[in-house]
Every structure is written in C-alpha cells, then in structure tokens.
C-alpha cells in the first residue's frame, strides 16, 4: 500500500544548499529509509510556479547518476 505524497513523509535534517527559489534540505524518506533531497520553495509569484514546472517536467524524465532523481513534488500552504 501506497502512502500518499506529503511532507510528513520526510524528515527533513541538514540545510545543504541556497538557491533563487528557495532552499534545499539533506532529508530521510521515512516510509523507504532512502536518503532525499527535499528542496523548500517561495513561490511569490505566478511566473514562478511556471518555471518550478518546467523544471519539474525536466528532472521527473532525467535518469543519471550525476542528477537526484525526482520522486515527486506537493504543494503545502503556508497561509
């Protein structure tokens, strides 16, 4: 059985990186054990979201051992 995708799946530890979007977290899946990346972002506006997408789109079809592999994305308000 499946669990559905949300942030209380993941442990989020250790801040590892900065970026244009937001920050990116060292982070355990806590149902797999697998160690993640879990990348915390600020949308403040709608050209934003846009470009989160395309990136999204990008990753979820890259397969390297030099790139994270994409597991999923959710949307989590903070209003």
Not at 61 to 67: A, E, V
């Amino acid at each position: 059985m499946s669990l559905p995708l949300s942030a209380r799946r993941y442990e989020k530890k250790e801040l590892v990186g900065r970026g244009a979007y937001g920050v990116v977290y060292r982070g355990r899946d806590t149902v797999t054990g697998r160690i993640v990346a879990i990348k915390i972002l600020n949308l403040d506006y709608e050209e934003d979201f846009s470009d989160m997408q395309r990136e999204i789109n990008l990753l979820s079809q890259l397969h390297s051992p030099h790139i994270a592999q994409y597991y999923g994305s959710f949307i989590e308000s903070s209003r």
